[in-house]
């Protein structure tokens, strides 16, 4: 890789927040979703993203600074005047060699005029003897070439809203849904399910050198023309008639699973609330909520009869009392 500092377009002295600034300038205009047909965009965005890692990181930055690792984070070879130099060679820090490097002399008692295996030397200063797996120019991570390699960007994430029914969000029903590509995906809802909660398909988004990104699903549930949504419970106000709710009766009741019988007993007034166990939604441990039924006595559109019939009777009890008046 370059100079990250000319490949994000800043100078060495650089603050950290202009390291910043210059790389969200550079990855917006060379996102793959905004170049999909420009390869070469992806392989500078790569790039960029490269420099930002290695400058973003002050311990790595200031190691590239004094020369220790190069542009990819590697550990930079610094031979001087080779194996005989006098710079800085091997032998430059070793006890006794006098700052010179390596010569003929430092090996004595290696053997006379054997040859000298400098494996074993390579090993304890490198942790690998040359052409080993992971030696010189390894890019296994470990030696002399082991700099982290970094993995070519994925592709864009690719952002949904889909709008699901009431009452297919309370019982889970999968949801087929056409992506931008023109692929179907049968959509399943998760227990505990909540208005605007995202949800991600790994590998549905724009491909990119590294693979595609990730289609992100919004939620939205939509309103019902009579059922609301209370946590997990499900709300209903069901009209009654006079007569039921004087005399009792059993009526049939919508729920998001079908229609239910549900008795209403005699004498009930409006506001009394009735609950249908586990006809709510489904909560994130499998288990169901309620459907609370409120009553709502309603009288007829023509009360004529009804007067008549309660003419001399008038109901004593103190419905206001609990109000104070």
Excluded: C
Excluded at 69 to 86: K, V
Excluded at 262 to 275: D, E, H, M, Q, Y
């Amino acid at each position: 890789m370059a100079d990250p500092y000319a490949t994000l377009g800043v100078p060495r002295g650089a603050s950290e927040q202009d390291i910043k600034s210059a790389y969200r300038k550079l990855a917006k205009q060379l996102h793959p979703d905004r170049n999909s047909d420009n390869p070469k965009a992806a392989e500078r965005f790569s790039e960029v993203t490269r420099a930002y890692d290695l400058l973003s990181d002050k311990d790595k930055r200031a190691r590239f600074d004094r020369g220790e690792i190069d542009a990819d984070g590697n550990p930079t070879m610094n031979f001087g005047g080779g194996f005989g130099g006098g710079g800085g060679g091997f032998g430059a820090g070793r006890g006794g060699a006098g700052g010179r490097g390596f010569s003929a002399r430092d090996f004595e008692g290696f053997g006379g005029a054997e040859e000298v295996d400098l494996g074993n030397i390579f090993e304890g200063l490198f942790g690998e003897q040359p052409g080993r797996a992971g030696g010189f120019g390894s890019s296994t991570g470990s030696g002399m070439g082991g700099g982290r390699r970094h993995a070519p960007p994925k592709g864009g994430d690719v952002s949904y809203h889909l709008r699901v029914p009431f009452t297919d969000a309370a019982l889970l029903t999968p949801q087929r849904i056409t992506l931008g590509d023109g692929s179907t995906v049968d959509l399943k809802l998760p227990p505990g399910l909540q208005d605007g909660q995202s949800m991600r398909l790994r590998g549905k988004g724009r491909p990119g050198p590294g693979g595609a990104g990730d289609a992100l699903v919004t939620i939205g549930i939509e309103p019902h023309p009579f059922f609301t949504r209370d946590g997990n419970d499900v709300r209903l106000d069901l009209p009654v008639t006079v007569d039921e709710a004087v005399r009792g009766a059993k009526v049939k009741v919508p729920t998001v699973d079908g229609p239910v019988m549900l008795t209403i007993a005699p004498g009930s007034g409006s506001g009394k609330v009735l609950r249908l166990k586990g006809r709510g939604f489904t909560r994130k441990d499998g288990t169901r909520g309620d459907q609370l039924v409120t009553l709502q006595i309603q009288l007829p559109d023509d009360t004529t009869e009804l007067a008549r019939r309660l003419e001399g009777w008038s109901d004593p009890s103190p419905v206001r009392a609990r109000l104070g008046v």
